[in-house]
């Protein structure tokens, strides 16, 4: 390996760290609930407002499949039929639906979200909520 190659994986190695340093300002941050999931629907990553509106503890959701902040299975699978050919795609999708919370209540919420790379097989939703 050359000082070139060497200096270029720091170079690299330091801007990875940068993102993330900023990906974790912007979750902790951020006046809206945001979570990642997997392309199997599966949780991975929330941030605090997320754990606020939807009733749980920080680290609660992660691994959980999102099927537990929906009201019943059919709305989950709708959305899923709707959203999903969308997010795989990379594409955006905004609905505005009822979720439920931890507690079982049932919250009116704005869900934008948006795919990533099909390779990477994650999605985002940020998520508000109307009183």
């Known amino acids: 390996m050359s000082a070139g190659d060497i200096a270029e994986r720091m170079r690299t190695g330091a801007a990875l760290q940068q993102a993330l340093h900023?990906?974790?300002?912007?979750?902790?941050?951020?006046?809206?609930?945001?979570?990642?999931?997997?392309?199997?629907?599966?949780?991975?990553?929330?941030?605090?407002?997320?754990a606020e509106v939807f009733g749980y503890a920080a680290d609660e959701l992660i691994g959980a499949p999102a099927r537990v902040l929906y009201r019943s299975d059919a709305d989950y699978k709708a959305l899923g039929r709707e959203a999903g050919p969308l997010l795989a795609r990379a594409k955006s999708f905004q609905t505005e639906l009822f979720l439920r919370r931890k507690d079982g209540v049932d919250i009116w919420a704005n869900r934008s979200s948006s795919g990533s790379a099909p390779s990477s097989g994650c999605a985002t939703w940020r998520c508000t909520t109307r009183s």
């Open 22 to 50: 900023e990906m974790e300002a912007i979750m902790r941050n951020a006046p809206v609930g945001i979570i990642l999931f997997t392309r199997e629907r599966r949780i991975v990553r929330t941030n605090a407002r997320c």
